[in-house]
Each structure stands twice: as structure tokens, then as C-alpha cells.
């Protein structure tokens, strides 16, 4: 059984940094798309960042570019998402998403699980 628990949110103010984790159980890194998305209140979810293990594709939306930075420990199977210079619009929460690699079409479609989402709130 695929699983994905997120950690790490909070309140940070602008400026600050937050790291984002995800342990995930029930499948390998090599196998899998995974990736990070977000719903602000009243907006729509957004794919922040995503990667592919087996084809090395690797997702930043714009508005997170040069910002954030997705990683994974493959020992631990976990997925990280560092994020840094936060800004108030960054306020959301954020969920871990997954999808086995022979389903994924990039740029964070078609994810298939999902974990329960973590809360960061920026203040300015």
C-alpha cells in the first residue's frame, strides 16, 4: 500500500526558510514520479516541483524557481522540499504526491496518491 506522510510545515516569517519532508512507503524512488504541490486558500492546487527518477525529468512551477529545491534520500525514502526566501503568497498547504513512472506525463500531472498535506503559513 502506497503512503505518503508530510512533516515540516509551520509558521515562518518572509524572508525565512522551511524544509518540507515526506516519508513514503509501499513503493521505491526508481519507480515512482514524486512530487510536491500546494492549495492556497481559495486557489486551485498547484504542482510546486516534481521528479522522475527513471527518465530524469525534474518540475519547478515558475513562481518557486531559484526559490525551492526538491531532493530525496533514497535510503530513507523520503523526499525533501527545501524552501527558502518564503514569501506571504507561499502560504498553503502542501501535500506529497506520487505516481508509478510508466503513468507519469511530467510537469506534475497525473499524480495518483496523495498524503494528508502540512501547513505553511508565511507572515510579513
Known amino acids: 500500500e502506497v503512503q505518503l506522510v508530510e512533516s515540516g510545515g509551520g509558521l515562518v516569517q518572509a524572508g525565512g526558510s522551511l524544509r518540507l519532508s515526506c516519508a513514503a512507503s509501499?513503493?521505491?524512488?526508481?519507480?515512482?514520479?514524486i512530487g510536491w504541490f500546494r492549495q492556497a486558500p481559495g486557489k486551485e492546487r498547484e504542482g510546486v516541483s516534481c521528479f522522475s527518477s527513471s527518465d530524469g525529468t525534474l518540475y519547478y512551477a515558475e513562481s518557486v524557481k531559484g526559490r525551492f529545491t526538491i531532493s530525496s534520500d533514497n535510503a530513507k525514502n523520503t523526499v525533501y522540499l527545501e524552501m527558502n526566501s518564503l514569501k506571504p503568497e507561499d502560504t498553503a498547504v502542501y501535500y506529497c504526491?506520487?505516481?508509478?513512472?510508466?503513468?507519469?506525463?511530467?510537469?506534475?500531472?497525473?499524480?495518483?496518491?496523495w498524503g494528508k498535506g502540512t501547513l505553511v503559513t508565511v507572515s510579513s
Open positions: 509501499g513503493f521505491t524512488f526508481d519507480d515512482y514520479a
Open positions: 504526491a506520487a505516481v508509478s513512472s510508466r503513468w507519469y506525463i511530467g510537469k506534475c500531472y497525473g499524480m495518483q496518491y
